[in-house]
């Protein structure tokens, strides 16, 4: 899904998903969830995006 997609889905704002994909692109475990085949191009897989979240939720 594309950030807009992404961010209309799960009801977060696009700054937020900003700093989500930029921690999620640092840990090993989510990075292969953020695809970039383009400089300005990402995808985000939602399953993917959902584990961090849930993850986020229990380690912070």
Wanted: glycine share 4%; proline share 3%.
């Amino acid at each position: 899904m594309t950030k807009d997609e992404i961010s209309e889905y799960f009801s977060v704002n696009k700054g937020t998903l900003g700093n989500d994909l930029t921690a999620m692109r640092r840990l090993s475990d989510f990075s292969a969830y953020v695809i970039n085949p383009t400089v300005k191009r990402v995808l985000i897989d939602p399953v993917g995006y959902e584990k961090y979240l849930r993850w986020r939720q229990e380690h912070c």
